[in-house]
């Protein structure tokens, strides 16, 4: 698919991630990391880490407590456990994006949905987290990009948890980093919710160079 976006800079990595895969690379400070739902309605669960130290990785409270909500847009930072940036949303053509529905994974598709065997993002992510030397305990609560987690009057959540995606075929998300990166991707294989609209589909992600890089 090609679409008319704005490019940020020169076009470092471009990559389209199939339904269900994970992802990871280095996002280096200033670069600009565009995350693309190609076909709409597809979750992506994100983690993110200091490049040069792994134990500095993203910390929902903070990321909440500085943006002051529970679903994030351009403009929000993405905030690490010491409270500094790793990511700045400097475009988002969606919005709404969650903070609280952690990531799915083969013990809570058992749990929730009564359905074993059946992998998901948690899996992911320990699979892209291997390749830097890294695993289980680096796992921490998640963005969901294009996730939609309502949160009803009095604090209450959906009865599904997860409803069908706001997002449409071509939105994207621009997320600048503000020091060097370790970005993790989940493209969500979740059939169980509502998160996929059903159906996995592909995202695309690209890594544009810094400004005169």
């Known amino acids: 698919m090609t679409l008319s976006l704005p490019t940020p800079g020169p076009i470092r990595q471009d990559q389209v991630v199939p339904p269900g895969a994970p992802w990871s690379a280095l996002v280096r400070k200033g670069e600009v990391l565009r995350i693309i739902d190609l076909e709409g309605r597809q979750g992506v669960d994100f983690l ?5 130290n792994p134990a500095e ?3 929902a409270p903070n990321t909440i407590k500085a943006t002051r909500t529970l679903r994030l847009g ?3 930072r993405l905030y690490s456990d010491e409270a500094r940036a790793i990511f700045t949303i400097v475009a988002d053509s969606c ?3 969650d903070t609280i529905g952690g990531c799915c994974s083969a013990p809570s598709n058992r ?5 074993a065997d059946c992998p998901g993002c948690r899996e992911n992510f320990l699979q892209a987290l291997s390749e830097h030397g890294l695993g ?4 921490v609560p998640n963005v969901n990009f294009f996730c939609n987690v309502p949160v009803k009057q009095g604090g209450q959540l959906a009865e599904r948890v997860f ?3 706001l997002s449409k075929p071509g939105d994207h998300v621009d997320l600048r980093a503000e020091m060097d990166a370790l970005a993790v991707i989940s493209n969500c294989p979740q059939l169980n919710n509502p998160c996929n609209d059903g159906n996995p ?3 695309r992600v690209v890594i544009y160079g810094a400004e005169g890089s």
Do not use: Q
Not at 111 to 115: E, K
Not at 136 to 139: G, H, N, V
């Open 48 to 52: 993110c880490y200091n490049a040069a």
């Open 57 to 59: 990785r993203y910390h």
């Open 74 to 76: 351009e403009g929000h």
């Open 95 to 97: 919005g709404g994006h």
């Open 111 to 115: 749990m929730l949905y009564g359905v």
């Open 136 to 139: 289980r305990k680096d796992i």
């Open 163 to 165: 409803e069908e995606s």
């Open 201 to 203: 589909t592909p995202i």
